[in-house]
């Protein structure tokens, strides 16, 4: 695991610096807007709940980064990096990357100068483990050394009925060129497979077969259920109902985020 007062080691460094450019494309108007701190966002919720598409709801409106570790490891894959690599197979078959190598690509992407107030983490805690090593990072990196009046995350659980879930994941196209997620069922393009934004062709992510989807509806539960119940516990945690329309699912996030935002990552930065 990588200890999070240590600062970025030489760990592939190049695949590293090559992600983060493809990333940062979409974003860089964000890194010139000067505005209050917004602080951590984590976005908890099963496979298909609706965290990539609301995560880029949130990063519209408050000009803070997304930080998917789905998003950042399927980039290495497509790049052929070590790491994607690496990582290939398990993502295929819907089982979870180590924790070790998680949690690195994140003390990395959190380092990058954009996120300095605040991110939205989708996806990321999906273990104890990382859950802690979250922790310990967020509150020696942006507490301890004075960037943020507080550094305890928001958590945003989605909730959503689990035979929902199937055919939103079944259904779901991503644009390859700017990740716009639609859905055939229930937010199709207005041309079949077509990204209505740039014209490119839709495609379907590897892992969203049926026999893979259950396997990581149910490394979910086992996996990721503890973290929820660990923030709960905490009293950390804020439950939106995301069997609603999409932009009624993004106005009750906005609201909880706002008013968490208001008074808790104030800091000097
Ligand atoms: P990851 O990419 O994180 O996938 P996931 O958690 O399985 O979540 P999804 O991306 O499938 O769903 P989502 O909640 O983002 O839903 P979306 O908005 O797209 O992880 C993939 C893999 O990477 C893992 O299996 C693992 O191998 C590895 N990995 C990632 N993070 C890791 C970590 N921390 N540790 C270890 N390994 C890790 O929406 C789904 C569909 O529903 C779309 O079509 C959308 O249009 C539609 N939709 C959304 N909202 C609504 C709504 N309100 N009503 C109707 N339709 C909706």
């Keep these: 695991m990588a200890d999070p007062r240590q600062p970025a080691t030489d760990h592939e460094d190049q695949d590293v610096s090559v992600i983060f450019a493809w990333e940062r494309a979409g974003a860089s108007s964000m890194a010139e807007d000067v ?37 950042l490891l399927r ?5 052929g990096t070590a790491l994607g690599i690496q990582v290939r197979d398990l993502l295929a078959k819907g089982e979870l990357v180590s924790d070790h190598l998680v949690c690195d690509i994140v003390a990395w992407r959190l380092r990058e100068p954009d996120a300095q107030r605040g991110f939205v983490l989708d996806g990321f805690p999906r273990t104890q483990k990382q859950a ?10 942006f ?26 994941i079944t259904g779901r196209r991503t644009c390859p060129v700017d990740g716009t997620i639609y859905n055939v069922y229930s937010n199709p393009p207005r041309v079949d497979e077509i990204c209505d934004k740039d014209g490119a062709r839709l495609v379907t992510r590897d892992d969203d077969r049926e026999e893979v989807i259950r396997e990581r509806l149910d490394t979910y539960e086992r996996q990721t259920t503890p973290v929820a119940d660990y923030y709960q516990q905490l009293g950390r945690v804020v439950n939106v109902n995301g069997d ?26």
């Design 132 to 141: 802690a090593w979250l922790d310990a990072f967020l509150n020696f990196e």
């Design 143 to 168: 507490f301890e050394n004075g960037k943020w009046a507080a550094w305890l995350p928001i958590v945003i659980r989605i909730q959503v009925d689990y035979n929902k879930l199937l055919l939103r």
């Design 35 to 71: 505005l209050r701190n917004i602080g951590p966002i984590v976005l908890l919720g099963p496979p298909g709940a609706g965290k990539g598409t609301q995560s880029k709801r949130i990063t519209g409106h408050y000009h803070i980064p997304q930080v998917s570790t789905g998003d």
């Design 244 to 269: 609603q329309a999409v932009d009624a699912v993004t106005a009750a996030i906005l609201k909880e985020i706002d008013g968490h935002a208001s008074g808790a990552a104030e800091g000097t930065a």
């Design 75 to 79: 980039e290495h894959v497509k790049q």
